[in-house]
């Protein structure tokens, strides 16, 4: 049977194209700001990152909640451009790590099925 990259690094590289992402729209500077647009701490994408987890699927729906409050209020349409375009790069991240999750609970179903 293929083995599986592990979903923690996968999570973790999803995390780097979404800081990276988002840095370039201008939405963020730096990861302390991407820690409090989570909902989190000002350490929180720093910390998972250094022990080798990816940012919790929870975190990246309040910043998509919170993006959507900054849209509501902005009125320079480049703005509100980038600001849909870092919505729509979140919920495509959203939606790979579930789909890492759902094969990496499939994927331990099937070995433990073999034992």
Do not use: P, W
Not at 6 to 29: A, H, R, T
Not at 86 to 112: F, M, P, S, V
């Amino acid at each position: 049977m293929k083995k599986i990259f592990s979903k923690s690094i996968e999570s973790v590289l999803l995390d780097i194209q979404l800081y990276n992402e988002l840095k370039v729209l201008g939405i963020i500077e730096n990861k302390t700001q991407l820690s409090r647009l989570c909902g989190k701490n000002d350490s929180y994408v720093r910390c998972m990152r250094a022990k080798g987890y990816g940012l919790h699927i929870g975190s990246l729906v309040v910043l998509i909640f919170n993006l959507t409050k900054l849209k509501r209020v902005e009125t320079d349409t480049v703005r509100l451009f980038k600001l849909s375009e870092a919505q729509r790069t979140i919920q495509e991240i959203i939606n790979e790590k579930c789909y890492l999750k759902h094969n990496y609970i499939n994927y331990n179903q099937e070995e433990e099925s073999e034992k």
